[in-house]
């Protein structure tokens, strides 16, 4: 083995590949059945993940908050130290003191805009961004990071635009009022949405997922609908899918690792209005090693998991290391879970895994 950057070591034949133990940045957990039955597969490789709060009822105020991580550490498996890192969901009522009480006492990591009808169970989000200056201000004066669904609501708007409307629209008033506000584009997929955060100061980054470096619209719309492809921001043009890649692989520090692992059983999937999401947690670290190796940047995968993340966050990287290996035959992977009676279907990448985390 021979040490590289940030000790990270890649095996002299290249089938093993070390790093410290990564983040996920953006992570969908949902309550109940679905969070015990999903936890424990972003536990096993994550050390921390930014949790979203658009549950129903959202997690609103800092005792929300309190509530759903209890729930969340109760389906922490034993012995794992995953740490959950909590968001609260941006309404027009939203209290800055309470959301600064939060913050200053680490139980909450961020706070979640959404504007109104942008995504799943983002209803009670926000109409009007200038209703919600205030809060934004004492954010900005305490240095607490805003994550951004960053796509427009206009009916008049294609939906594959968006993302460069919202830019248009919300984030570059947003900047001009507010530079010192940290903010995180969250799962960027245009190179709209690159360009505007290579364009800002270090208090912008952005998360970009893993089913975005994989897939384009195509996989949801060509040869019939295929909803377990369905996201939002959904998947856009070919050249917007190797401009995420070719950001991911850069090592540049303003972009990170947010699998915004979204699950939903098969049957609200399956339907004449399926919802949008993409569970892609037990199998994100190995599509990433596939996509890394087939740019020829496995010695940069470390930065995008496990590096990026942390120093955006503020946070110190993990000391723990994980190891994945790559074999000569795929490896056999899980494309159904239960969850009670139902199914939940597995990110299928449309390839061959060789990559698995070793355990």
């Keep these: 083995m021979r040490p590289v950057r940030n000790r990270l070591c890649l095996g002299l034949d290249m089938k093993t590949l070390t790093i410290r133990q990564p983040d996920d940045w953006h992570l969908h957990l949902r309550d109940g059945a679905v969070l015990r039955a999903v936890l424990p597969h972003t536990a096993a490789h994550f050390a921390r993940a930014i949790v979203m709060p658009n549950l129903v009822p959202p997690v609103v105020t800092t005792r929300d908050a309190a509530a759903y991580r209890e729930r969340?550490?109760?389906?922490?498996?034993?012995?794992?130290?995953?740490?959950?890192?909590?968001?609260?969901?941006?309404?027009?009522?939203?209290?800055a003191d309470d959301i600064e009480s939060g913050f200053r006492d680490g139980l909450v990591t961020a706070v979640k805009l959404y504007p109104a009808g942008a995504t799943t169970n983002s209803q009670s989000g926000v109409t009007n961004i200038e209703a919600v200056y205030p809060v934004l201000e004492r954010m900005a004066a305490i240095g607490m990071p805003l994550c951004v669904h960053g796509e427009v609501t206009d009916p008049a708007i294609d939906i594959f635009d968006r993302e460069a409307v919202f830019i248009?629209?919300?984030l570059e008033p947003l900047r001009r009022r507010l530079p010192e506000l940290r903010i995180v584009m969250e799962h960027v997929t245009t190179s709209d949405g690159m360009d505007f955060v290579r364009s800002q100061g270090e208090n912008v980054g952005a998360t970009i997922t893993t089913h975005h470096l994989i897939i384009n619209r195509n996989a949801i719309l060509a040869g019939g609908i295929r909803p377990h492809y369905y996201c939002l921001p959904v998947a856009k043009r070919e050249t917007h899918r190797l401009a995420l890649r070719a950001a991911a692989i850069s090592g540049e520090g303003r972009f990170f690792l947010?699998?915004?692992?979204?699950?939903?059983?098969?049957?609200?999937?399956?339907?004449?209005?399926?919802?949008?999401?993409?569970?892609?947690?037990?199998?994100?670290?190995?599509?990433?090693?596939?996509?890394?190796?087939?740019?020829?940047?496995?010695?940069?995968?470390?930065?995008?998991?496990?590096?990026?993340?942390?120093?955006?966050?503020?946070?110190?990287?993990?000391?723990?290391?994980?190891?994945?290996?790559?074999?000569?035959?795929?490896?056999?992977?899980?494309?159904?879970?239960?969850?009670?009676?139902?199914?939940?279907?597995?990110?299928?990448?449309?390839?061959?895994?060789?990559?698995?985390?070793?355990?």
């Design 168 to 170: 248009e629209r919300v």
């Design 258 to 359: 947010g699998t915004d692992s979204a699950p939903h059983v098969d049957p609200l999937k399956e339907c004449a209005c399926g919802c949008a999401g993409i569970f892609n947690a037990p199998n994100t670290l190995a599509c990433l090693a596939h996509v890394f190796e087939e740019e020829g940047a496995l010695e940069r995968l470390e930065a995008f998991v496990s590096l990026n993340g942390p120093a955006f966050y503020r946070l110190p990287p993990n000391e723990r290391r994980i190891t994945l290996r790559r074999y000569d035959e795929p490896v056999e992977n899980e494309r159904k879970m239960s969850v009670g009676e139902e199914t939940l279907t597995v990110f299928d990448p449309m390839f061959p895994i060789h990559w698995k985390v070793e355990e």
């Design 72 to 95: 969340i550490m109760a389906a922490v498996p034993e012995g794992s130290g995953f740490t959950p890192l909590m968001t609260l969901y941006l309404t027009e009522t939203s209290q």
